[in-house]
């Protein structure tokens, strides 16, 4: 039993002696540059517009950036799943599809397509408008019933 004191004492100096794990330096450095490498691709991605089409679902507007570069394909696209009103009627329809469109009228000022959209299981004709009015471009949907 006359040990035992000596063991305890030299756990004891060992606990203290024992060299703790140094926090790693440099770690907040790495964070930093990482994020400002991700900063810097999101805006030049934002820059050279490879967000408008991502940032355009979240907002009301559209992704189109100039009638000359625009296509009816384009349009067509943009017309899928908008949510027409009757004028006459005041009843909304959804989009559902547009097939059979052509290009009608293209100009520095307006961009006119037409064809077959589906809405409530009929297809009937879709002309759809994007004009340049003083710089901003507009989106206009019109379906004949």
């Not at 696209?77 to 559902?96: R, Y």
């Amino acid at each position: 039993m006359d040990f035992l004191p000596h063991i305890f004492c030299v756990l004891y100096d060992f606990h203290i002696m024992r060299k703790e794990p140094q926090p790693r330096k440099g770690i907040g450095f790495m964070n930093l540059l990482f994020l400002v490498v991700i900063g810097w691709f999101v805006y030049n991605a934002y820059q050279l517009g490879y967000l408008d089409k991502l940032l355009s679902t979240f907002e009301s507007g559209h992704s189109f950036t100039s009638i000359e570069e625009t296509t009816c394909e384009d349009l067509k696209q943009s017309a899928i799943g908008q949510e027409l009103t009757n004028s006459v009627s005041d009843e909304v329809t959804e989009v559902m599809g547009v097939r059979n469109i052509k290009e009608i009228k293209r100009n520095n000022e307006e961009l006119v397509c037409r064809g077959e959209v589906l809405a409530k299981g009929n297809y009937n004709t879709i002309e759809i408008k994007l004009t340049d009015w003083d710089g901003e471009l507009f989106v206009q949907w019109e379906v004949s019933y």
